[in-house]
């Protein structure tokens, strides 16, 4: 099969190193290549030593760094999948529901050198399953939750971001249906699209119903304010961070005014293509942007770009 699965091997914080890389005086562009010159040094150094993949890891939107040692096995075989009917029973509407009655699961068995790999470390399967009080983990790396966002930040996603995306996810999902709905064929092509549209469209109607709950939009403005009086109240850390929250909102009112464009066709050097939403627009903004980018320099590449962009 062409899987690849890393397990996480070890963690260690590095964030000193990354911090030290950025100097009095350096502007926001250089302090960012600083950054990402020695995360690239890191990142080399633990290859070269472990022979693992070596990720360096940015938490807290860049408040600490950690380097994460991943083993990476590319031998993965199906044991076991559940007939279609029995993963997805309930459909659509039961999707984001819980309890949910149905058997959405695989199996999968990791080779290495041909031989079935067995490991110390792993979690074992529960018969029981989980009680009532048991601590639950999610694994993830690591899960996001975006609560370092400012008010203005939150705002804008609440206001246009999240709003823009949901219609967008409507019209392709009445689109794929419309197109599902003139034969059996169409249908069968249109199956997957149409299952991502229907579990993004249902995530994002939670979100805007967070966004909209004033309860919560007004704890989060409580939790700033508390924030933003300590900085300035403390002369060192006004000098250091009293301006950060104008500069976000004055960011994203540059951001409002390029939004469509950069969304619809592509702005800058991330190609988004909304407006065609083809794997043939993207194969051709890829070579438009490789025959503007091959003179340049090549860039140091960080973790964070690494990352798939997030709906702006």
Not at 54 to 66: A, E, F, R
Not at 144 to 158: F, K, N, P, S, V
Request: glycine fraction near 6%; aromatic fraction near 8%; charge should be neutral.
């Amino acid at each position: 099969m062409d899987l690849e699965l890393n397990v996480l091997m070890g963690m260690e914080d590095v964030t000193s190193r990354v911090a030290s890389a950025v100097t009095s005086g350096m502007n926001s562009a250089e302090a960012e290549k600083a950054r990402r010159a020695v995360i690239n040094d890191i990142e080399k150094e633990s290859r070269d030593k472990t022979g693992l993949r070596s990720d360096v890891i940015p938490l807290y939107n860049g408040g600490q760094y950690h380097l994460y040692h991943y083993k990476r096995y590319t031998d993965v075989r199906l044991v076991f999948a559940p007939q279609k009917a029995i993963a997805f029973f309930g459909g659509d509407p039961d999707n984001f529901e819980y309890p949910r009655y149905d058997l959405d699961i695989c199996f999968f068995r990791v080779y290495e050198n041909n031989q079935a790999v067995h490991v110390e470390h792993f979690l074992k399967w529960s018969e029981a399953g989980a009680a009532e009080g048991d601590l639950i983990f999610v694994s993830g790396n690591p899960g996001r939750t975006e609560r370092l966002d400012t008010m203005a930040h939150i705002e804008y996603q609440r206001d246009l971001v999240v709003p823009g995306t949901l219609n967008l996810l409507r019209r392709r999902e009445v689109l794929l249906k419309n197109y599902s709905d003139r034969s059996s064929e169409n249908a069968r092509r249109a199956e997957d699209e149409l299952f991502g549209i229907e579990n993004s469209r249902k995530a994002y109607l939670g979100i805007i119903a967070g966004l909209q709950d004033p309860a919560i939009m007004d704890k989060k403005r409580a939790a700033e304010k508390a924030l933003r009086d300590k900085v300035s109240n403390d002369p060192k850390l006004q000098q250091a961070y009293g301006d950060a929250w104008d500069q976000v909102a004055a960011t994203l009112k540059t951001l409002i005014k390029i939004r469509d464009e950069y969304n619809l066709i592509g702005f800058g050097p991330v190609k988004r293509g909304q407006a065609f939403n083809s794997d043939l627009f993207e194969i051709a903004m890829t070579l438009v942007r490789l025959a503007q980018e091959s003179p340049s320099p090549t860039p140091n590449v960080s973790a964070n770009s690494r990352k798939p962009a997030s709906t702006r």
